[in-house]
C-alpha cells in the first residue's frame, strides 16, 4: 500500500531533492520559500521519514570521487535469498540491496573509502554465502544523480562533464560520510554535523559549498524513497552496447523522461555481457514497459541484447561508506 501525501508533503518532496539552501538555518529558509514555519518543515521532514517515504536529508557522492564502489550481484536459490540477503546486508559498506527478475536475483551495490576496503567486502561475501559474486565496476556516469520527479515528468539533469577531485581534502570524509547518512532534522543541522567531527558550523557549511560546486557532491537534498510513494514498478535495463556506440547512446537514454539513472559497467565476458545500465521507475509494470519501448525507439536500441530485471523486494537503501567503519574490513 502506497504512503499518501498532501500537497505541502508532494512540494517538500518534489522540489527540495536537490539545491538544498547551504546556510546556518536551511530549514528555515525552505519554510520561508513555502511559506511555513520552520518548526512545520521539521516535522513533516520527520514524519515522511518515519513513514519510510525519505531516507535522509543529505548528499550523494559522485563516485569514485572520495572512494569505491560496484555493482554485485549473486545467484541465490529461492530457499536462500532471504538468509543470504541478511549477509551482504549485514556489510556496512553495502547501502543498496534488492531482489530482482533474473537468475543473478541478489543485487547490491558496496561501497568503501577506496577499492581494496570493497574488495574485501565481496570476498567475505562470497565466502559466508559460499557463491559466485558478479563484480561489475562503474566505468562512466552518464547520470547518477538518483533526484527523482514524483508525478514522473520533467527531466533529471546530465551529468557534470569535469569533477574537480582536487578539491578533496583529506578532512572533507567526515563531512561526507555525515551528509551520507543524514543530516539531523534540527535548526542548524551544520552546527551538529560539526560538533560531532570537530569543526565549526562555518568550516562544516565552507567545506560542503566546495565539495558540491566541484562536483563531488552531486546533489543534496531530500533522498526519495519511491517505493514507498506508489513508485513500485521499478526495472534495471541492462544492454550490450558496443563501446564504439557508448558515448551516443549514454546521453541519448538519459535525455528519456521516465529513466532515472544511467552509467556504463565493465561486463563479465562469458557470463554477464552487458555494458550499458539504466533504472526505469514506474508505478506499474505496463508503464515501465511503455517507457523501454519509448526509449528503445528513440534510441535506436530496438535490436540491442538487453535484459529487463524489475525489482522485487528492496532489503536495504543507505548512503554510502566513505569513512571505514570497524570491523568494515577486517
Given at each position: 500500500?502506497?504512503?499518501?501525501?498532501?500537497?505541502?508533503?508532494?512540494?517538500?518532496?518534489?522540489?527540495?531533492?536537490?539545491?538544498?539552501?547551504?546556510?546556518?538555518?536551511?530549514?528555515?529558509?525552505?519554510?520561508?520559500?513555502?511559506?511555513?514555519?520552520?518548526?512545520?518543515?521539521?516535522?513533516?521532514?520527520?514524519?515522511?521519514?518515519?513513514?519510510?517515504?525519505?531516507?535522509?536529508?543529505?548528499?550523494?557522492?559522485?563516485?569514485?570521487?572520495?572512494?569505491?564502489?560496484?555493482?554485485?550481484?549473486?545467484?541465490?536459490?529461492?530457499?536462500?535469498?532471504?538468509?543470504?540477503?541478511?549477509?551482504?546486508?549485514?556489510?556496512?559498506?553495502?547501502?543498496?540491496?534488492?531482489?530482482?527478475?533474473?537468475?543473478?536475483?541478489?543485487?547490491?551495490?558496496?561501497?568503501?573509502?577506496?577499492?581494496?576496503?570493497?574488495?574485501?567486502?565481496?570476498?567475505?561475501?562470497?565466502?559466508?554465502?559460499?557463491?559466485?559474486?558478479?563484480?561489475?565496476?562503474?566505468?562512466?556516469?552518464?547520470?547518477?544523480?538518483?533526484?527523482?520527479?514524483?508525478?514522473?515528468?520533467?527531466?533529471?539533469?546530465?551529468?557534470?562533464?569535469?569533477?574537480?577531485?582536487?578539491?578533496?581534502?583529506?578532512?572533507?570524509?567526515?563531512?561526507?560520510?555525515?551528509?551520507?547518512?543524514?543530516?539531523?532534522?534540527?535548526?542548524?543541522?551544520?552546527?551538529?554535523?560539526?560538533?560531532?567531527?570537530?569543526?565549526?558550523?562555518?568550516?562544516?557549511?565552507?567545506?560542503?559549498?566546495?565539495?558540491?560546486?566541484?562536483?563531488?557532491?552531486?546533489?543534496?537534498?531530500?533522498?526519495?524513497?519511491?517505493?514507498?510513494?506508489?513508485?513500485?514498478s521499478n526495472a534495471m535495463v541492462v544492454w550490450e552496447v558496443d563501446e564504439a556506440d557508448l558515448d551516443r547512446v549514454g546521453p541519448a537514454l538519459t535525455a528519456v523522461p521516465g529513466v532515472t539513472l544511467c552509467y556504463q559497467r565493465r561486463a563479465a565476458p562469458g557470463v554477464w555481457p552487458y555494458t550499458l545500465y539504466c533504472m526505469i521507475h514506474a508505478r506499474s509494470r505496463d508503464e515501465a514497459m511503455a517507457v523501454l519501448e519509448r526509449a528503445s525507439r528513440e534510441v535506436g536500441l530496438e535490436d540491442t541484447p538487453h535484459r529487463v530485471l524489475f525489482s522485487i523486494r528492496c532489503f536495504k537503501q543507505t548512503?554510502?561508506?566513505?569513512?571505514?567503519?570497524?570491523?568494515?574490513?577486517?
Amino acid at each position: 500500500m502506497s504512503l499518501t501525501v498532501d500537497a505541502i508533503d508532494r512540494a517538500l518532496l518534489d522540489n527540495w531533492q536537490r539545491d538544498f539552501p547551504l546556510v546556518p538555518r536551511p530549514f528555515a529558509a525552505i519554510a520561508e520559500r513555502m511559506d511555513l514555519r520552520q518548526e512545520d518543515v521539521l516535522k513533516r521532514l520527520a514524519e515522511l521519514m518515519a513513514a519510510g517515504a525519505v531516507s535522509r536529508v543529505g548528499a550523494t557522492c559522485r563516485p569514485g570521487t572520495a572512494g569505491a564502489s560496484t555493482l554485485a550481484a549473486v545467484a541465490a536459490p529461492e530457499w536462500r535469498i532471504d538468509e543470504i540477503a541478511a549477509v551482504i546486508g549485514g556489510e556496512p559498506g553495502v547501502n543498496h540491496s534488492y531482489l530482482r527478475e533474473n537468475r543473478w536475483n541478489l543485487w547490491f551495490v558496496v561501497t568503501g573509502p577506496d577499492r581494496p576496503h570493497v574488495d574485501a567486502t565481496l570476498d567475505r561475501i562470497r565466502v559466508r554465502p559460499k557463491r559466485e559474486v558478479l563484480d561489475l565496476p562503474l566505468v562512466r556516469a552518464f547520470n547518477v544523480d538518483l533526484g527523482f520527479s514524483l508525478d514522473g515528468g520533467g527531466h533529471v539533469p546530465p551529468a557534470r562533464e569535469h569533477i574537480d577531485a582536487g578539491v578533496l581534502e583529506p578532512e572533507d570524509r567526515p563531512i561526507m560520510q555525515a551528509l551520507s547518512t543524514g543530516l539531523a532534522l534540527v535548526p542548524r543541522p551544520f552546527a551538529e554535523l560539526g560538533r560531532g567531527i570537530g569543526r565549526t558550523e562555518a568550516e562544516v557549511l565552507a567545506r560542503v559549498k566546495a565539495l558540491a560546486a566541484a562536483g563531488i557532491l552531486s546533489r543534496i537534498g531530500v533522498i526519495v524513497r519511491h517505493r514507498a510513494l506508489g513508485w513500485r514498478s521499478n526495472a534495471m535495463v541492462v544492454w550490450e552496447v558496443d563501446e564504439a556506440d557508448l558515448d551516443r547512446v549514454g546521453p541519448a537514454l538519459t535525455a528519456v523522461p521516465g529513466v532515472t539513472l544511467c552509467y556504463q559497467r565493465r561486463a563479465a565476458p562469458g557470463v554477464w555481457p552487458y555494458t550499458l545500465y539504466c533504472m526505469i521507475h514506474a508505478r506499474s509494470r505496463d508503464e515501465a514497459m511503455a517507457v523501454l519501448e519509448r526509449a528503445s525507439r528513440e534510441v535506436g536500441l530496438e535490436d540491442t541484447p538487453h535484459r529487463v530485471l524489475f525489482s522485487i523486494r528492496c532489503f536495504k537503501q543507505t548512503g554510502a561508506l566513505v569513512v571505514s567503519t570497524e570491523g568494515a574490513a577486517a
